[in-house]
């Protein structure tokens, strides 16, 4: 097959997936919504969701549009490419809109359905109802992902022959970057809802979690659906976008034998086709314990993805070593999501020794919770950054020794195995059609618990949401280990081939061939150059700086919800009582119009810092901000959200031992409302901005190393070297 | 004047320095020590403390004398340096288990006297009295350590005129070495003492902070000792003995002009001069707002240093754009001194808007002042990091321009940069005796309070303890600050010359010059080397094993210090009603064994993590380990130490405001109990760890080079490039 078959292939997949998305979606929404009292309450909750993710596009419509119009002049313009790296911006912007919008809409109208199916089919229906509502938020990520990206690449590739490797990146930095405000504003909506709402309602007033006479039950439901859910979804979607455009940029500004580019897309192809089978795995019947069903059906699809991927490099028509160093590579990143998720899970789960750890502290105080949780978070990132670390070596011994890349000098070699590296990255990816099945079924379980409690539907029914919620929570828990990760990999592939282009970039304004251009830019790329060291902390600084503004963001916005809440509680004392309706809307109005204030300048910074750095402090300093915020933020996200997981967890734990309602309970909520915006506002969107700083260098590349130039500050950087 | 002048010069100074600190000492222990009872608690204390320091050092003599005869072998025999490096490392570890030690001693024997004077002289000879105990402190360590180093630098100068540095920065690696363990350990034992006592005294039995009816409270008492005080004096010893010897090392291996090595040990000599005057000029009598006077003090002291920086830099034999650039560059660390402590002050003040802020959450619930806290800590270190970099950035351009560096090919003008900086950082160190004296300070009033309360003087003397005490406490925050900053200077100046020292170590074994090895080796140290991207992931592993290790230590131990108050009240309940004495001695013996028991892995960690990686995986795998503990390591010790302190002064802020014993209060003491260990313990560690690193690896240099080669994997490192 030629180059043309496999992209193709990507697109008859994708388009196949989108299709079998769709049928999923009919499957569900066919099944029974449930009484009235039930369909008016997931109503209320879609209308609230979508009325914020509305007001949210349309607020970053704007920004887009501008840094559209910015791009086409900066960039499109001076390198003549008719516009197409602003349109592949934009179609990357809106695709992770419709990623989020598509889970926050199957999420808010499967949530009655499961609960309905378990109070009529019981704990098998539920199951198979819930995990399907995932099926399609897993399968129609990455069939659009695959499709866009084959697509786009068809098309670039033809009317720009020589130079459609940037306006492709550029897809991923509208990802990224719509991601990142979905991110932080869905994240300060959903932690600030469910802190105003439980600190009023079940705190103060003492009436249990999603209770109706809770004014803020709704807007607290919303959140999960504007933050777990289109936020998750955004994320990975954003994350797959990202890295396998990465790995074929780096492919072509490499220059390799096509066949190494039709590898990536016919992996991805390969692995959506397991996906495929994996989806119908689960076991649903007689299940007692949902998590081994999924954790099986996510192996069995890795599995297949593995066998294939050995199968499919056999058809490249590449010779057997670099068939199987491809197939080896992008196996290795596959089977470590599920390392990975395992890591997670020992670290989150009250299975184990961590966890329990904490729970024991509770006995003592809640400060002894927060201290030992913050500790178990910590130690958490160790194994993870060991795993990375690992593959990130392998990888790139074998594509070193394998990878065919000439006409870099001395370089070329390590780029090979850089190369590598991409397509363990890869590996890692695009699997994530299963992992995210499996995580958007939680927050599907999690509503549809909402659903029977605020329905008033019998203990029963809640008994076996509640066992579909907890299974739901561990894998939300994991999935967040595996983005990150996923990130980080990613992330690093990225930055390569942004030096790259860099250097690609500089020999065309120059006009100088390209071996002497690396010999001669890298020398402002040492490790002790002062501005590398300068953009370093400026990236840790970036990192600090938007973990702060978000988390405190939280806590300002759940203030103003706690007040608005204990307002209607003071003025209609009938709401306790069941006589008086609680106004959901106005609290849902709050919670909108203050995550959509606060998103701004931690996401504008995200933007003007990297720019202004690499502009005026030149390429270096941009290379050492980037390297600086990988470094400091992969870690603080693992940190964050494992930590949150565990709080969350040991409070669990101390729940099922019966011990609801004393002290020790107590300090272990403490601990869990502590860990809500660390892992739920903060952690995510660590992810997207790594990438956003990164895919926005690529796409700016042209102009911040032309700017370099003609401020005399090229290859050394501000302070002279 | 010749190189021998300036180097006795400061012996000179430096024994006068001594003579001074002993005179002021005989003047604080010639004051009243007050009634029997306070001299018996003011003894309890001092004999717990000094069992602790006592069985520290001897828990530590192993190691150090393992550590000493693996640099003899392994350094000293190879290198022919006469077991001098060996010795220079005893003596840096004794100097810094003399600074601690002279801390306890001279803390533990002051604080009845300070109660005695606000006793009887009230505020203004209680200030007098706490003033001059702090000054023997900071004068004894600024000429302790002055005195080492030009006496090491003569001597070695002498005995070894081509191979001195090294041996001298041994000097650095014992004192960082021994003031690592006494970070982790002293922090441990006081926190867990702190936390356990006040636990079950204050929130269960219900009895005010310092009550002897406290089993823990001799304990707690002792930790502020081993702790605070102990800690913090060999914490600014060491990095007074890492900047000024780093310094002296890059002239040295920089073949700079005699004069330059001189500079600094004058510059060193001169900012103790304008020392001894500072300590004199506290305004004491008819003082309302002691803080002010302090202030006072130190910005005179600075500034008269600063006038005799530009005189003495002409006294050098210099050019005049030499001396005015060695002068400015100087002067410009000791004036950061102060803007730094400004910073500090406005985050963890409550007089300024991030702490009223967390105190306003304390209305919420603890989790919200918890999250608002933490979100000013990742705030606060953003400033710190501006100025660091601002400094960076200017140093290094007056150094560039301005210092004579050639013989190292294209980066001999970088070097001249980088020299600028390591004198910024020296002129930021060199003022360490006036803030040590302010730090000092504090302890010591905190120590007369407690024994104004034990005691039970009556309450006006306690009102004038208390307002010291809440200056010390401000004093103690900032010096924090100060010392992060410091450090990280130093470090990244420690760490060009750690670069240098290797490529020197390789040109030697190798038998090439100099430049072509330069060049030859500074291709392994690419930023986007793959050996050095690992080694920047390890090294923030490093921080945050070391942060999750020394956190956690600190719950475990309090743990067993609950257990035992809980069980001596449970036993004795006649302690209660002050009928039957506690047993203080139990408690101090736990806390000791668990605190040495917990402080090896992570002191271990540190030594053997960065020898394994630099051996075995490569040099530039262990710059990059370096670099990225230092990118990790200086924003999380900044957010450690100004969470903790803002958290502490909300309590006091809602406390002032008579609030205390709401539940508010209680929120507010949440938040400061989960501050105490990251302020007290981690945060404080993180420096010295840094260090650690930058020393021992240029200690160790040459083995590490030398195995390297022989693995076949020198210049590249293990992953080949």
Known sequence: MNMISYALLGVILGISGVIYAVYLAVWVLRQDPGNEKMRFISQAIATGARAYLFRQYRTLAVLLVILAVLILVAIDMPRRTFGLTALA?????????????????????????????????????????????????????????????????????????????????????????????????????????????????????????????????????????????AGMAADVYESYIVTVTAAIFLAAILGLPTQFIEAIILFAALALVATFAGVNLLKTTGVKHPLSSISLAIYATIGLSVVLFFIGAFTLGLDSTKALALAATTSLGAVIAPLIVKITDYYTSYNYGPVRK????????????????????????????????????????????????????????????????????????????????????????????????????????????????????????????????????????????????????????????????????????????????????????????????????????????????????????GILEWKEQPDYARVVDIATRRALGEFLIPGLAAIVLPLITGLLLGWNALAGLIMGAIVAGVPRALLMANAGGAWDNAKKYIEIQGLKKTEMHKAAVIGDTVGDPMKDTVGPSLNPLIKVLNTLSVVFTYVIVSTNIALGIWPSGLLPF
């Open 89 to 229: 911006f934009i179609v990357g912007a809106l695709g992770s809109m419709l990623a989020g919008y598509l889970g926050m809409y199957v999420t808010t109208r499967s949530a009655s359905r499961v609960a309905q199916a378990a109070a009529t089919g019981g704990m098998g229906k539920a199951l198979l109802v819930s995990w399907r509502a995932g099926a399609v938020m897993g399968l129609s990520l990455a069939s659009i992902a695959l499709l866009l990206i084959s697509g786009f690449y068809l098309v670039f590739r033809s009317v720009l022959p020589d130079d459609w490797a940037v306006p492709l990146v550029a897809l991923g930095f509208g990802a990224s970057l719509v991601t990142l405000f979905m991110r932080v504003g869905g994240g300060i909506y959903t932690k600030a809802a469910d802190l105003g709402a439980d600190l009023v309602g079940k705190v103060e007033a003492g009436i249990p979690e999603d209770d109706p006479r809770n004014p803020g039950v709704i807007a607290d439901n919303v959140g999960d659906n504007v933050g777990d859910v």
């Open 358 to 573: 904490i729970a024991e502290q509770a006995k003592i105080s809640p400060a002894t919770v927060i201290i030992t949780g913050y500790g178990v978070g910590l130690m958490s990132a160790i194994p993870v950054i060991a795993v990375i670390v690992a593959v990130l070596g392998i990888s790139y011994m074998i594509g070193y020794y394998t990878v065919p890349v000439s006409g870099f000098g001395e370089l070329s070699k390590y780029l090979a195995g850089i190369f590598g590296t991409a397509m363990a990255s890869v590996g890692l990816l695009v699997v994530a059609g299963i992992i995210i099945t499996a995580d958007s079924y939680g927050p599907v379980s999690d509503n549809a618990g909402g659903v029977v409690e605020m329905a008033g539907l019998p203990d029963e029914v809640r008994e076996i949401t509640d066992v579909l919620d907890s299974v739901g929570n561990t894998t939300k828990a994991t999935t967040k280990g595996y983005a990150i990760a996923s990130a980080a990999l990613a992330a690093l592939v990225l930055f390569i081939a942004l030096i790259f282009e860099i250097v690609y970039s500089a020999s065309k304004i120059l006009g100088k061939g390209i071996v002497d251009m690396i010999s001669e830019s890298l020398s402002g790329l040492q490790l002790i150059n002062a501005n590398v060291l300068i953009g370093a902390f400026l990236g840790v600084a970036l990192v600090y700086f938007f973990s702060s503004r978000t988390l405190e963001a939280v806590g300002r916005t759940a203030m103003e919800i706690v007040e608005e809440i204990r307002r209607q509680f003071r003025e209609k004392p």
